[in-house]
T-cell receptor
Framework: AQSVSQHNHHVILSEAASLELGCNYS??????LFWYVQYPGQHLQLLLK??????LVKGIKGFEAEFIKSKFSFNLRKPSVQWSDTAEYFC???????????FGAGTRLTVKP | KAGVTQTPRYLIKTRGQQVTLSCSPI?????VSWYQQTPGQGLQFLFE???????NKGNFPGRFSGRQFSNSRSEMNVSTLELGDSALYLC??????????????FGQGTRLTVV
């Protein structure tokens, strides 16, 4: 079965700082990749997804992620974070042709105003 | 378009009891997946149903079961509840957006507390 590893458990940044959250997965086949965000008290929301094509994908709220196949990585980035980005971020992997999505442990992001 | 609806939102049960949670997917979505979210274990995949059939199953004991109805609504059941079953149970419905590509939409979850 596939597994997903997120490098940081808790990241603390000041507003306007740049963000990069690491995500690595292990799975031998083709995968669909996702980043979800969970704001305090809210449900999981999709930030962005990669299915195929351009490995640099853009999502909502200025987030982007880069798929590097050779490194089995799908890192999330944002050039300048805002206080409202305070949330928990989850990387997820779904094998192509299956619906068996596995999540990383999550990274809690705290942005100080 | 209505989102994924889970009922009830909160539930308190006693050890040894059983519980049934309900999920109504987004209209047109035929796949429903269930997840357990806890602070210690994070988000863990329970199972996935498609057209009333369980297609995938995570690594949970047989006390956890589910089913899907012809209208795609799904229920999950936990029998002989244990304290460790206290968690947020999330349901996600999925749309196939291209051959083999699925995108999952999550409900608010049911917070189960076992006392």
């Amino acid at each position: 079965a596939q597994s997903v590893s997120q490098h940081n458990h808790h990241v603390i940044l000041s507003e306007a700082a740049s963000l990069e959250l690491g995500c690595n997965y292990s799975y031998g086949g083709t995968v669909n990749l996702f980043w979800y965000v969970q704001y305090p008290g809210q449900h999981l929301q999709l930030l962005l997804k990669y299915f195929s094509g351009d490995p640099l994908v853009k999502g909502i709220k200025g987030f982007e992620a880069e798929f590097i196949k050779s490194k089995f990585s799908f890192n999330l980035r944002k050039p300048s974070v805002q206080w409202s980005d305070t949330a928990e971020y989850f990387c997820a992997v779904n094998p192509f042709m299956y619906n068996d999505m596995r999540f990383g442990a999550g990274t809690r992001l705290t942005v100080k105003p | 378009k209505a989102g994924v609806t889970q009922t009830p939102r909160y539930l308190i049960k006693t050890r040894g009891q059983q519980v049934t949670l309900s999920c109504s997917p987004i209209s047109g979505h035929r796949s429903v997946s269930w997840y357990q979210q806890t602070p210690g274990q994070g988000l863990q995949f329970l199972f996935e149903y498609f057209s009333e059939t369980q297609r995938n199953k995570g690594n949970f004991p047989g006390r956890f079961s589910g089913r899907q109805f012809s209208n795609s609504r799904s229920e999950m059941n936990v029998s002989t509840l244990e304290l460790g079953d206290s968690a947020l149970y999330l349901c996600a419905s999925s749309l196939e957006v291209g051959e083999g590509n699925t995108e999952a939409f999550f409900g608010q979850g049911t917070r189960l507390t076992v006392v």
